[in-house]
């Protein structure tokens, strides 16, 4: 793919519209809290856009699945994934849709925005059903291949289908150690509270650079960010 190519850290990218702001925001801002990763993680990013989460991850040396059901964006993903494939970690890249495990989804393509995709709709979107994936089997499945000693971190940025995705998360959050999820429905007290029933620490923030105010009213509902209380007391 030919475009020119940027560096944010020890990473190299792609240049296309948005990823110089995005890579910011996700590798110099730290934004989903992933500085702590390292060898004994493994990410399951879900949305990954251009691949800025899961290539900070590999950078610190975690391996990572990552996950972006757009076309125009898991182009570009899979590029920058070739480009850095001296980092320490791994990135595997996944063109799927996440939700609950072999449901048919409904799912929208913004040609404005290559990264943008998710459950509603925008004026002139275009729109396919997929497949999903669920959150549980891509945890075991990385336990299975890679390590079951891993621990598992998820970073969920998917345009209002984190409703779906959470449908089963009784199965899969026991699994969790870190989690960093973008909520898009003014929702993300509803998220912090039951995050913090299945024993995680919560912080809540807006997206951006800091002070992460939101950008927009669409990003409104935040950012909500949870570790286990075991990971942050240790």
């Avoid at 610190?60 to 996950?67: I, K, S």
């Avoid at 996944?94 to 495990?101: A, D, F, K, P, Q």
């Amino acid at each position: 793919m030919n475009s020119p190519l940027f560096e944010v850290g020890k990473i190299r990218l792609l240049s296309f519209p948005h990823a110089q702001s995005l890579a910011e925001e996700v590798i110099t801002e730290d934004c989903y809290e992933l500085a702590h990763l390292n060898k004994d993680w493994f990410l399951i990013d879900c949305g990954a856009c251009y691949g800025e989460a899961s290539l900070y991850a590999a950078s610190l040396g975690a391996y990572a699945y990552a996950l972006e059901p757009s076309d125009p964006s898991f182009a570009v993903l899979t590029s920058n994934v070739e480009i850095n494939r001296d980092l320490p970690g791994m990135v595997i890249p996944c063109n799927r849709s996440v939700g609950v495990h072999n449901a048919i989804v409904e799912h929208y393509f913004w040609p404005h925005h290559p990264g943008g995709s998710g459950k509603s709709p925008c004026d002139k979107s275009i729109y396919r059903q997929m497949t999903a994936i669920g959150v549980d089997r891509l945890i075991k499945d990385a336990l299975h291949k890679y390590g079951k000693h891993r621990k598992i971190a998820v970073k969920m940025d998917i345009e209002g289908s984190e409703v779906e995705a959470f449908k089963d998360c009784d199965v899969w959050l026991p699994k969790v150690e870190h989690i960093a999820l973008e909520t898009h429905n003014f929702d993300n007290d509803v998220f912090a509270a039951h995050l913090e029933r299945n024993g995680f620490d919560v912080k809540l923030s807006g997206t951006g650079k800091p002070p992460r105010v939101a950008w927009d009213k669409s990003m409104a509902g935040g950012l909500v960010v949870g570790r286990r209380k075991s990971q942050v007391q240790s």
